[in-house]
């Protein structure tokens, strides 16, 4: 059951982190609200699959402090990866005056990398809870942070253009 779970994970990991990095390489406006859409819904897909996550390891026995940590750390090391990734991602104004957006190779691998790792907390996190599937459910709200961090440091630097 384990090796089958892990591999759902993975899979479901591949996908979304696969669909965001494909829009992170389009060239594409900053818009002043339309970028925080994305990660608002995430958070609360997010905010539903952790509940949804704790109910899961909840049934078979007590949520302890060890997941919850783990959970709290991934949270910071989306927003972290969020951080660099802003770094990397071209702003620039085009001849009408727009500015425009468009990851680079360095956004891409910084997303795969995110994905790696949010892969590897997830299961350390259900590991450490013994049951459930409050690691992988948390992907959505690592997307959050992480796409939210993101998305408002661009946003400052097209402002300041």
């Known amino acids: 059951m ?90 620039w104004r085009d001849p009408q005056g727009e500015v425009l957006r468009k990851g680079t190779a360095a956004t891409t691998g910084l997303w795969v990398a995110a994905g790696a790792v949010h892969l590897g907390l997830g299961l350390w996190i259900d590991h450490a809870a013994g049951a459930g599937i409050l690691g992988a459910a948390s992907l959505y709200a690592y997307l959050a942070i992480g796409l939210g961090a993101q998305n408002l440091l661009v946003r400052g630097r097209a402002a300041a253009l």
Do not use: C, N, Y
């Not at 996550?53 to 991934?74: E, F, I, N």
């Not at 969020?82 to 770094?87: I, L, P, Y």
């Open 2 to 91: 384990q090796s089958t779970h892990g591999e759902a994970a993975l899979a479901i990991t591949v996908v979304v982190v696969g669909l965001v990095v494909r829009r992170q390489l389009r060239t594409r406006p900053v818009r002043r609200v339309g970028s925080l859409v994305t990660p608002a819904v995430f958070g609360v897909l997010g905010v539903a699959a952790i509940a949804f996550g704790v109910a899961s390891v909840v049934k078979d026995r007590p949520l302890t402090a060890m997941p919850v940590v783990l959970l709290v750390a991934s949270l910071a090391v989306a927003a972290g990866f969020g951080v660099a990734r802003a770094r990397t991602v071209r702003v």
